[in-house]
Every structure is written in C-alpha cells, then in structure tokens.
C-alpha cells in the first residue's frame, strides 16, 4: 500500500472486529450478480393489499401538458411534423433541421416521446 | 453549496455507554450517523461504494463514499463503476449496505465484538417489509445490535421543525429527496401515511436533465458534462421560478433581467495566432532569406557543373588520346579501332575536341555562353543526346532556383488537394452538417457502410447454393469469399497510397529546398491543426424544475406546509413556486402557509437524533427476540410513535 494511500485511509479494511462474520467470507466472489431482487420484484412478491408502497404512488397528473420548446426551454406553440419536436420560433426552427437523428432522439427521449422503434 | 462529507475517524466511541442509540440516516444520496442527543451528525458521506482493484497488488478492495481523483490513481477503475444499494428509495442491495455499514461503524470508532448500541435507522415511506426484514436482519445478525427502530426522515424534521414552533401539529410535509418526493399529511402531530403520495422525480433526475441538455447543446465539448459537474452547476446556479412560462418569456425577449440572470461558463481556450501584416523589416528578413537560399542554390548548382566540368575534360583527354591514336593507326583499321573504344565517327570527335576546348577554356565565365556554344556549334546533339540533357537540367536548377521551387510548389499543391478529396470523399459519407460532430458521424457511417458490404457478400453469396439447403463449405471455392471480403476492405485503404506517396516525396523535396514551407498536418479536414476548443459562448442558467408533474395534495383542510427539500436543498424560490401552485388549488381566500425547514439537509438527522434520545425510545424499538418470535406480519405493520417528541 502506497504511503499516502494508507495514512488517507479510505479503504475499509478486510476484518472488523464488530462483526460476527466478516464480508468476504458472507459474499464469496464471483456471485454478485442476480442474488438481490430489484424493487419491482419486491413489489410483486408483496401481494398484502395495505403495503403502502404501490398505494402511495401519484397517478399522473391531470393538468395539460406544458408545451416548451425542446432546444431553447422557450414557450413553444409549434411542432416539427418531420420530427415531432417542439419549437418557439423560426430561428430555433433551423436548428432543428440541421440536427443529426441521434441528436434528435436524444431530444424526444429526454421527454419520453421517443418513438420506439427508430 | 455542496453539501461536505465527513469521514473522519471519531475517538470517543468507548466513552458512550451501550444505552445510547446510534442515530443513522439512511439517504439515497448521503449517509449520515452519529449518537444520540446531538446536533449533528459524526460522519457524513456519500451512499455509494466503489470495488476497485488495487494497481500495485491487484487485490479488490472496497471503498466507500466519493473520493477525488487523487486517491483513486491508485485503482483500475474500469471494471467497477460507482454503486450504490437503493432502487429508487428503497434499498434492495444488502451487501452493498453492509459494506457501507462496515465503513461507517468504522468511522464512527466501533471497536469490540458487537455494536452494543441500539439503532435507529430511517427508511422510505411505505417501505416494503421484505427491505425492513433484510435490514433487520443484517443489523442483528451481523452487527450483534440489540434493538432496532425503523423511522421516516421527513416525519422526524417535522417533529423537529415543530418542537421548534415553526410548525404546528397539523401539517403537510413536502420531501424532494434524491429520487421521489413525498408529501405526508399530519394529523395531531402523527403521520397519516394512508394519505401521503409520492411522485417519482427527484434531485437526481433533474441533475441528469441538465446534463443531457448540455451534451446536447454541446456536443463538442460532451466529455465535460460530467453528472458531478451538472450537479455542481445545479447547486450553484438554477433557481424556481414562480411562472415558468412568463419567466421564460423573459429570458425569450432579452430584457435586461434575463441578461443579469444569464450565467457565462467560459472554457479554457487557446486563441489562434493571429496573422498580423509582417513589418517591413519582416520583409525585409524574409528577402534576405530567400536571397541566401537562393544564393545557396546557385553555389550548389555551381559546384554540380564544375564537377561535370571535369569529367567532361577527362573524357577531352582521352578523346584526344584517342585521335592522337587514330592519327598513329592506319585508315583501315580506323572502324574496328573506333568501335573498340565505343566512340562516334572520327570526324565527329575531332569536332567534339574543339568544342570540348572551347568548353573548357569557358568553363568558369558565364554559363550561358557555354550552353550556347554547345548548341550552335553541335551537330552531334543526336550521338551526344546526353549533353544536352544534363546541360538542360543545370540550366534550369543553377539559372532559375525560384522557377524550379514554383514548379515543385505547384506540383505539391495539385497532389495534396487530391488527396484531401479523397480523404473528404472517404469521411464525410452523406452527412453535409459542416459541424465538428459529422467528422464522427462521417466515419461511423463509413465503417457500417464496410461492414454493410460484408453482410452483404456474406447473404448473397453463400445464399444460393443449393435449394433450400446450406452447403456453404461444400466446395472450396466456397471459402474464397472470406478472402474478396477482406480484399474488399483493404482496396478502399490502398488506393489513394500513389497518391500519398507522391505527396510525400514532393513535400520532402520541398522540405530540403524551400525555408518557407510547412508541412501540411494531418488533421481533420475543415480544422486547423492544434487548435485548443474554440471560445464558449453562454450557457443561460436560467430554471425551472421541471416537477411538471404537479405534487398532488392530498387531506385538504390541512393547509400549512412544511417543505424539507434535502436535495433539490438550496434551490431559490421553490417556497414562492409552492405557494403560488397551492393558491391555484385552494379555494380562493383561504390562508396558506408555506415554511421552509430550519435546516432541510440536517434537519431529519436532527429530529431523528431528539427521538432518540427521548427516553421511551426503547419501547419503541424492537429487539431481536422480537423480530425472530413476532414474525413478518408484525413487522409490516410495526410503526414508531412519533408523538412522544
């Protein structure tokens, strides 16, 4: 161990003395993957009506939807029928047909309209 | 400002007796412990875990919470990348979380056998009983504690906040955190969870919508989007705004507080050298110059002619040795003895010895007396073609250095556009953008095009043999299709090679003889060589967050809000934007107040810490006789009592 590295300490170290037993020896290696279940599996193995956590999720709000232009954050009254992006004025409108289709999907991704298959 | 972790190794973990808590607040960005009864917490850091290997001794080793480049040097950091043990606000991975508790009771100066100290941890709102468990579980197993308490963050600022009069016993609390934002209605100073809700944006997402907007504003300078440094940026610069669309507005029509509110980031830019208009005695030098070169030409040229002078005089000598001889021997033998030595007719040498005399008298005076005195007086140019060749070639390299350099100049320049067309035929593909990114797009395209070609062969071809049947293979002939593949390939990289070599034989010629050239660099085509990245203009940091999605408020009557915004923490104007979003829902008139947290990053830790210390939090917690002997129904339903604060 390099001497700086040591006197930073921010490694933690291998065996600490308040555990019953140690990490390596709970977590042999090469098994990380696929032993924690993700959140939507948890979800659906808790089929108890009152488990609050699905309950408490906000359906999706009932106010129309802003309409702001994708490039500048401008309000944006038009959209683009080639690309469907939105767009606040002819200036920003050039700019839009001169960027690539990766920049483009990049854009309707960000606000989850982008077409699934491309 | 940047919320500073704490990791420094605390000494007085032995002078706490086993019956004070130890105070964890479990966050999805940060992690804070600390003990019981105090006001802030020990150890602060981020909740992430990294597992370099160690370069030196190529051991994996575990290292929590961020660290800056200067220690992580030290690792190969490719393979891990930083990870942390929530799933949105849930925690799902226990061994990342054990990892992290290790590092914290590390730092918090746990020494011994067990943590003998009773926990009390924060979770989400509604958290699942099968995270609870698992916690409960790694506490008691691993750790040895004696009892447990599971409480919510945001309810523990608003004890906080209320035992401190900033809020009363019936309230909402609204949390932005690190991936969801929850509001929770109290009732009598309880939480009423039935009623809470929870929107899934958080800090998080509005950090990483920054920094996709500015990849994409700029993608020439994507790399330093970093997520670290938009939320840097974030922190800094971006503010709520009360009407996001009359704000824009402003920003839209250039008034002058749009402008003040507008935030310049000036990379670090290398100006190109400018070309100024040379001085006189800049011309003047340069003639001087050019004057040597050429000067040095001619001396060059001069003793490359007085070299083939000499050798001319050798061969008068024999030549007239020659005659001497022809003169001593008979005329019959004369053809057979000229034949021998390879000269031409006797007449002919006889002339050539005059000349070659005259030649060599003149030798030192002017050279374009002797290359005329060659030609007027000599028949023989068809049976010395020679002659004039070399006297050709001196004269123009030792006459005119300057009109060979021109020639060789233009020469160099019809081979250099060649090939850039070619190379702009090869790279820029279909893409007419002109930008800097298409250089990119050009050669990505070009590659699938390649590879198009390949696919192509490879259908096509070992298609159709057989009918219906794949006997690719069956004959040899087969496998010549993987070499016209490949040929295919390297045809589009030999061809322009003629060219290229032409190119740079000119410019080595033209390196030796001219002072004035350079060496045209191959960069990209359209960018001049070494450029550092060019100035960058403004990026307007003017925001909204984008909680578009409005928070819904839920137990109506209750209309006094606490907001504990840890993460999107210090961020201008979100009390305003609230009010003005809950004016529009409330029936008009009624009174609405909005309070802000006395401190929203430490304020939960700060409630929790006053919980604990409270001497009924033992009843409150559940030890691990409990956990193993009630099982999970009870777990799920187990909640603190809050109103003992």
Redesign the interface.
Same mark, same amino acid.
């Given at each position: 161990?390099?001497a700086e590295?040591a006197e930073?300490?921010? $490694? $933690? #170290?291998m065996h600490? !003395?308040?555990?019953?037993?140690q990490?390596y020896e709970?977590?042999p290696?090469g098994q %990380?993957r696929g032993?924690?279940? &993700?959140?939507k599996q948890?979800?659906q193995?808790?089929l108890?009506p %009152?488990?609050?956590?699905i309950?408490?999720? !906000? #359906? #999706?709000?009932t @106010?129309p939807?802003?309409r702001?232009c994708d $490039?500048?954050?401008?309000?944006a009254p038009y959209v683009d029928p080639r690309t469907n992006l939105r767009y606040?004025n002819a200036h920003v409108f050039k700019t839009l047909r %001169?960027l690539?289709t &990766? @920049?483009v999907h &990049?854009?309707l991704s960000?606000r989850n309209a982008a077409p699934l298959l491309k | 400002m940047p919320i500073v972790s704490k990791t420094r190794r605390q000494t007085d973990y032995n002078l706490f007796p086993p019956s004070v808590p130890i105070v964890i607040d479990n966050g999805a960005s940060y992690f804070r412990i600390g003990w019981a009864g105090e006001t802030e917490p020990r150890v602060v850091f981020r909740n992430i875990v990294q597992r370099p290997r160690h370069k030196a001794t190529g051991e994996t080793v575990t290292i929590v919470g961020d660290q800056g480049p200067a220690m992580m040097k030290f690792f190969d950091c490719t393979r891990s990348g930083p990870r942390s043990a929530f799933d949105s606000n849930v925690v799902y991975q226990f061994e990342i979380m054990e990892y992290i508790l290790d590092f914290a009771f590390d730092r918090l100066g746990a020494s011994g056998s067990a943590i003998d100290h009773p926990i009390l941890i924060t979770e989400c709102v509604g958290n699942p009983v099968y995270s609870r468990s698992k916690m409960a579980e790694l506490l008691f197993e691993t750790y040895g504690v004696p009892s447990v308490a599971f409480g919510v963050d945001a309810v523990f600022s608003y004890k906080y906040n209320q035992r401190h009069g900033k809020c009363q016993k019936d309230g909402i609390v609204i949390c932005p955190g690190f991936t969801t934002t929850h509001t929770i209605p109290f009732v009598d100073g309880e939480p009423v969870y039935k009623g809470s809700c929870r929107t899934n944006i958080g800090g998080y997402h509005v950090t990483d919508y920054l920094k996709q907007l500015l990849s994409l504003k700029y993608p020439f300078h994507s790399s330093i989007f970093t997520w670290e440094k938009a939320e840097e940026l974030k922190l800094e610069h971006c503010y709520i705004a009360p009407d996001y669309v009359s704000e824009a507005r402003k920003f839209q029509e250039g008034t002058k507080e749009a402008e003040e509110k507008t935030r310049y980031w000036q990379l670090p830019w290398i100006p190109p050298p400018i070309e100024v208009p040379p001085s006189e005695e800049e011309i003047a030098r340069k003639a001087a110059i050019r004057e040597k070169q050429g000067q040095r030409l001619r001396e060059m040229a001069e003793a490359k002619r007085s070299s083939k002078i000499n050798e001319m005089e050798n061969e008068l000598h024999s030549l007239h040795f020659l005659v001497k001889q022809l003169d001593q021997v008979e005329e019959d033998d004369i053809p057979s003895f000229l034949s021998d030595t390879g000269s031409g007719v006797q007449a002919r040498a006889g002339v050539y010895c005059l000349e070659g005399d005259t030649g060599a008298s003149k030798s030192k005076g002017e050279p374009k007396d002797e290359t005329d005195e060659f030609e007027e007086n000599n028949d023989s140019n068809e049976k010395y073609p020679l002659i004039n060749v070399r006297t050709i070639c001196l004269r123009l390299s030792s006459e005119n250095p300057e009109f060979y350099l021109e020639e060789m100049r233009a020469q160099y320049k019809e081979v250099l556009e060649r090939v850039e067309q070619k190379k702009r035929l090869k790279t820029n593909g279909s893409n007419t953008n002109g930008n800097q990114k298409s250089g990119n797009v050009g050669r990505g395209e070009r590659l699938s095009a390649a590879k198009r070609e390949r696919m192509r062969l490879l259908t096509t071809a070992a298609f159709d043999r057989g009918k219906g049947e794949d006997t690719f293979g069956a004959k040899d002939e087969d496998w010549q299709l993987y070499k016209l593949m490949s040929k295919d390939h390297d045809e589009d990289d030999e061809r322009p090679d003629s060219d290229e070599a032409e190119l740079a034989r000119l410019s080595s010629r033209l390196q030796e003889i001219d002072p004035t050239f350079e060496l045209k660099a191959e960069g990209e085509p359209g960018q001049a060589s070494g450029e550092a990245p060019r100035v960058r203009p403004l990026t307007e940091e003017d925001y909204k967050i984008v909680i578009g999605v409005e928070i819904q408020v839920v137990g109506g009557e209750a209309n006094e809000l606490d907001t504990d915004d840890r993460w999107v923490q210090p961020c201008p104007g979100l009390k305003e934007r609230l009010e003005c979003g809950i004016r529009m829902i409330r029936p008009c008139g009624s009174t609405i107040n909005v309070v802000q947290a006395k401190d929203p990053v430490l304020d939960a830790w700060r409630g929790a810490s006053a919980f604990a210390a409270d001497l009924n939090f033992l009843g409150n917690a559940f030890t691990k006789k409990d956990y193993y002997e009630k099982g999970e129904e009870w777990l799920r339903r187990y909640q603190i009592g809050y109103n003992t604060l």
């Open positions: 161990m390099e590295l930073a300490d921010i $490694v $933690v #170290p600490l !003395s308040f555990k019953k037993t990490a709970k977590y290696k %990380s032993r924690w279940k &993700h959140l948890i979800l193995a808790d108890d %009152s488990s609050f956590y309950n408490i999720e !906000s #359906p #999706p709000s @106010q939807c802003k702001i $490039v500048t954050g401008f309000e606040a %001169s690539s &990766h @920049q &990049h854009y960000i | -």
